[in-house]
T-cell receptor, first 111, second 113 residues
Framework: NAGVTQTPKFQVLKTGQSMTLQCAQD?????MYWYRQDPGMGLRLIYY???????DKGEVPNGYNVSRLNKREFSLRLESAAPSQTSVYFC??????????FGPGTRLTVT | AQSVAQPEDQVNVAEGNPLTVKCTYS??????LFWYVQYPNRGLQFLLK??????LVKGSYGFEAEFNKSQTSFHLKKPSALVSDSALYFC???????????FGKGTRLSVIA
């Protein structure tokens, strides 16, 4: 079991470029989440998907889009990157035991 | 709206001494409460949870936490700290509906030899 995997691990973008962060889980969880972590801010929810075919906005959705491709995969897209989106991005999944399981993160820098 | 507060940005403790990392929450209905730990350049690892039952819950690596409904608190504790416990600790909460976790801002624990 790989758990939750994320690609890429690191990325540098120029302002205005686009990219997609990929996330996959092999635990057969219904729910998947995208968070960003910034110093002193904790983890803030960007988007989540309670089940395949549904997505909902979290606390900080502006500038992002998501796709729940199937039960395993949940991608996060930045259409036009901005320096304010420099952050560490974590994907998580959650099952019937209530806790969430996190991927290793993607460190994104926008210059 | 649900919220979690961790009032201390940093906690310093000597190795072998007991440690406490504080957390208070605001959740509608019955709270589900969690502690996670993050080591440098890693994702978050689940430590323990309170869903229902005994107010004292035990988790990984010798950690435990006490649920106090009247004080809306869920403090993380360990009887004897290790240098290897030094990390960033997050408290999180949700209600019993299918809602995402809300996280506190984190507390950096430093255990000094």
């Amino acid at each position: 079991n790989a758990g939750v995997t994320q690609t890429p691990k690191f990325q540098v973008l120029k302002t205005g470029q686009s990219m997609t962060l990929q996330c996959a889980q092999d635990m057969n969880h219904n729910s998947m989440y995208w968070y960003r972590q910034d110093p002193g801010m904790g983890l803030r929810l960007i988007y989540y998907s309670a089940s395949e075919g549904t997505t909902d906005k979290g606390e900080v959705p502006n500038g992002y889009n998501v796709s729940r491709l199937n039960k395993r995969e949940f991608s996060l897209r930045l259409e036009s990157a901005a320096p304010s989106q420099t952050s560490v991005y974590f994907c998580a999944s959650g099952g019937t035991l209530y806790e969430q399981y996190f991927g290793p993160g993607t460190r994104l820098t926008v210059t | 709206a649900q919220s979690v507060a961790q009032p201390e940005d940093q906690v310093n403790v000597a190795e072998g001494n007991p440690l406490t990392v504080k957390c208070t929450y605001s959740v509608s209905g019955n709270p589900y409460l969690f502690w996670y730990v993050q080591y440098p350049n890693r994702g978050l690892q689940f430590l323990l949870k309170y869903i229902t039952g005994d107010n004292l819950v035990k988790g990984s690596y010798g950690f435990e936490a006490e649920f106090n409904k009247s004080q809306t608190s869920f403090h993380l504790k360990k009887p004897s700290a290790l240098v290897s416990d030094s990390a960033l600790y997050f408290c999180a909460a949700r209600n019993s509906g299918n809602t995402p976790l809300v996280f506190g801002k984190g507390t950096r624990l430093s255990v000094i030899a």
